[in-house]
């Protein structure tokens, strides 16, 4: 069985309550070797509910911080919040955080000034950064650069650009992570970008319950199904998916300072 990590879904989002532990025992069935889950959307105690639930179990880590659509809602007191919640050594990472200037739920502005704040949170606690970016590659790439990646590195998560700003982001040290959208028809573009991703920086993700790829689309999606975007990965990269796998799970253990994951007995059929 190929194996892999999926390195971006949200464990806590309400379309999982009632059967998580289903959710987790299906992605490790398919060969989900970790699951890294991200708070992030809506209030804070989403951001307490994803450690909770990773520290919960072994093979699931957690990020926290504030997504760009509630960058309204970045003050320094939920700063502070977001800096407690990293005491736990299940929180692998700072965010998502980033701009969203496809929605604009919250204002550039706001958006700017919360991506400033969690880089700068990153580098005080020597953790990596999630950075979520649609329609602003050029406006996130000139904040990163004069902010600075955090010393221990970063990733933009769901990569939804062209090969130009896979460029732009790789020359900052970034890693690159691609989600089910690399299987849907009208996503040349980004499919184009994964095939120039360097080995070391490659990752991919689920993004669920969102962004369910092929023949799933449509449907929840869950850390299960990152499988099927590695093999389609693995097919514009023309590798071994088995191979891509290890890469990945070795490039997240990297970013993220994953140990080995822990073996957990089968359930019974």
Known sequence: MTTVVDTHCHLADAKFRGDLEAVIARASSAGVAQII??????PIENDRLTVAIAERHPNVFAAVGVHPHDARDCTPERIAQLRDLAASKKVVAIGESGLDFHYMHSPA???????RAHLA???ELDLPIVIHCRDAERGLVEIVRESGVPPRGGVIHCFTGDSNAAREFLA?????????????KNSASV???ASIVPDDRVMVETDAPYLAPEPYRGMRNEPAYVSRTLEILANLRRVDAAALG???IANAARLFRLPPPVKTPARPA
């Open 37 to 42: 889950s991200v708070g992030a959307i809506g």
């Open 109 to 115: 502005e706001a958006q700017e000034s919360s991506l």
């Open 121 to 123: 949170l990153a580098a």
């Open 172 to 184: 900052l040290g970034l890693c690159i992570s691609f989600s089910g959208i690399i299987t849907f």
């Open 191 to 193: 499919r184009e970008a």
């Open 246 to 248: 290890a890469q990945v």
